[in-house]
């Protein structure tokens, strides 16, 4: 890659009832401070807010800036869907509330070039525009919230299983066939799989950063949750290696807590010492996690913590085998270069 002539590059975003994000995700896009040639390519899914007159207006205003349609409303989709109708060597994802850093693009490719990675990625950094928001964004980037992965608490430049979003070759993307569409969820570690498998490289930098707005609600939160252990559990029946303790801590607690709150009920108020014993922890835990932020946001901490682990455990606990069955079934072996 030539520091003269930087590569085009072509900006997938999969958009759904992403009207309040949407105008600003773009904008950040496509005031990067990159010399090489950028498109815009938005995978529209069905939604029913202002999300497709956001983009067609978008589309007027910058002729870098195309759509698609995605009538399944599907992620995976989507993301397909954007790849096949762009046309760059580099190809960057990016979701409709998430918000580049103005060097992002610059700086993933030169990382691409000195790695030698199929795929880079950075830190998803979570931030909230009201005390709930904040209260998320702190639960997220907390050891406690999600564990200690990467690309949510910082860490040093390395080699990863995955990363956030992605910034990739092309080669890789098309050698590979995309995304598999079954993978609802979880879509980003399934394909970043089979790029290792096949003996790419998948690398992290916390040089790369992209702005998250995290989700307004107690309910919309629980859902997001909810789908990332159900997904996760899927990963873990499509990829039996994949599985470590980390993951097993929420689905772990939300027994915990459910047979204490039984036995506490029916049996000894001894019971309530397990649920009583994880409030404690998440009261303490959100002290460090809230330092900085207005009361009102740190107030919230503990809920958005217990939100996320019940939610996720749950997920966990509940997923389907059938759905599982239908992802194995799906299974796209690595496809290694000629």
Do not use: C
Request: hydrophobic fraction near 45%; charge should be positive.
């Amino acid at each position: 890659m030539s520091e003269q002539q930087p590569p085009a590059v072509s900006v997938i975003m999969p958009v759904l009832n992403e009207e309040r994000h949407l105008r600003t995700s773009v904008r950040h896009i496509l005031e990067q401070d990159y010399a090489g040639e950028l498109e815009v390519v938005i995978a529209l899914g069905p939604s029913t807010d202002r999300t497709d007159e956001i983009a067609a207006e978008l589309v007027r205003e910058d002729p870098r800036v195309h759509t698609v349609p995605n009538p399944t409303g599907r992620t995976p989709a989507a993301l397909n869907a954007a790849i096949k109708a762009s046309r760059h060597s580099i190809v960057v994802r990016v979701d409709g509330h998430g918000m580049l850093s103005p060097n992002y693009i610059a700086t993933a490719v030169r990382l691409l070039d000195e790695t030698g990675a199929q795929n880079v990625g950075g830190i998803m950094h979570a931030e909230g525009e009201n005390a709930w928001e904040q209260a998320v964004a702190a639960a997220m980037t907390s050891k406690i919230g999600v564990g200690n992965a990467a690309f949510h608490t910082g860490g040093a430049a390395a080699p990863a299983e995955t990363v956030y979003l992605g910034v990739f070759r092309r080669e890789a993307l098309e050698q590979q066939g995309g995304y598999n569409e079954e993978f609802i969820r979880a879509q980003d570690w399934e394909l970043n799989f089979r790029i290792r498998e096949a003996g790419g490289l998948i690398w992290f930098s916390p040089e790369l950063k992209v702005s998250y707005r995290p989700r307004p609600s107690v309910k919309a939160l629980a859902k997001q949750y909810k789908n990332y252990g159900r997904w996760r559990h899927v990963v873990a029946r499509y990829h039996q290696g994949s599985i470590n303790l980390r993951y097993l801590a929420a689905p772990t607690a939300v027994v915990a807590i459910a047979a204490g709150v039984v036995v506490g009920a029916a049996v000894t108020p001894w019971g309530l010492v397990v649920p009583a014993g994880y409030l404690a922890a998440i009261t303490a835990g959100s002290v460090p996690a809230g330092k900085g932020l207005p009361l009102k946001a740190r107030a919230q901490i503990p809920v958005a913590l217990a939100t996320m682990h019940m939610s996720w455990g749950f997920g966990f606990l509940t997923s389907p085998r059938s759905l599982a069955k239908k992802v194995i079934a799906s299974r796209r072996e690595p496809v290694r270069s000629a």
